[in-house]
Structure formats: C-alpha cells, structure tokens
C-alpha cells in the first residue's frame, strides 16, 4: 500500500496583476510559455498530451542534483496552482526549483484546465465551487460545476514524467516518494 503525503505550499495572490478580469485576455501569455526559462529562470520545458478530449499541459524540472543523486532514485514532487492562477505563476513564488536542486528531486508544475470551452477560469476540479463554466444561477450561487479528470491526468504525468526522466535524463523516480503541494 501505497502512502501519499501532502505539502503544502504558499500562495500569493496579486490581484490586480493576475485577477480574473485580466488573466482570461492573457491566459495563452501568461500560463502557456512553451518554456518556463523565460519567464522563471528554470529549465523546464511544456510538455501537453490529450487528456479525455482535451489538451492538458505540464512543466517538469529535473535539476542536475537529480541527476547525479547518491540516492539512486529520487521524488518526484508536484506543485499545483490555485484557482485562476496557472503553473507559470508557482513555478515563479513558491520555491519548489530550488527544493529540488538542494535535495535532488523532481519537480512538475501540471496546468489546471485551462480550456474557455470547458471551464470558465483556470482551475482544479475539486467541488462545486471553483472549476465551473456559464453564469451562476443566481446571487451568491456559483456557476454549474464541470468535473475535468484531474486525477486520472495527474497520473498520466507521473507515468509520463517516470518514463521521460528515465530515457531523457537517466534520473529514475522513485514511485513510492510522490508528494503534492499546493
């Protein structure tokens, strides 16, 4: 049996900067950077699949520390963003690059949905109030919710990010060590 453990990461929120009047014009410029060099200032590059009909994408960074780890195989840790935010923004303020340049481990930044035809903002699918496409019924009422597979894109990254890691970096992941922050 597998355990899994939590992290949990700080998130800032800039309002006027990122807030729902502005990020859904600049969405494609702000979260979806083929690379996170320059707009973060680390390695890590875009990686999308089709995910049950719709595009879903990731940044993985595996630090040289990674690659040349004593350990043999090291974590693999996933950073999520919050609600309207993307993982451009986390990749930027919580820190996560230089965790696993110290430890050794590998780090994803997975994008929430992200898609103006399924959701209205980019989010997680975690309840009623927060990934949800139209208007709300009514005042104080949210948006009907829409259910996006998170979790089963959350595995396709782990399966993924293993196999890529192994054959692209000779970095071997160790499946019993997947932590999640966000």
């Not at 729902?20 to 979806?32: L, Y």
């Not at 707009?39 to 875009?46: K, Y």
């Not at 990674?66 to 950073?79: H, W």
């Not at 309207?84 to 990749?91: E, F, I, M, R």
């Amino acid at each position: 049996m597998t355990r899994i453990s939590s992290l949990f990461s700080l998130f800032l929120y800039f309002p006027s900067e990122l807030g729902a009047s502005t990020i859904k014009p600049n969405i494609d410029k702000i979260c979806n950077s083929p690379s996170l060099y320059e707009v973060a200032g680390i390695h890590a590059d875009q990686r999308c699949i089709e995910h049950k009909g719709v595009t879903r994408c990731w940044y993985t960074y595996i630090p040289e520390t990674a690659k040349i780890s004593s350990e043999g195989a090291v974590p693999l840790i996933f950073d999520l963003h919050g609600y309207n935010l993307c993982a451009v923004n986390n990749a930027n303020i919580t820190g996560w690059a230089r965790v696993a340049e110290k430890f050794g481990s590998v780090v994803v930044w997975p994008q929430g949905n992200m898609n103006a035809d399924v959701t209205n903002n980019p989010c997680w699918s975690y309840g009623s109030c927060c990934c949800s496409l139209g208007e709300a019924p009514g005042p104080g009422q949210f948006p009907p919710n829409v259910e996006t597979d998170d979790i089963g894109f959350l595995r396709q990254i782990a399966a993924n990010v293993v196999a890529d890691a192994l054959e692209v970096s000779d970095v071997t992941i160790d499946t019993k060590r997947l932590y999640f922050g966000g």
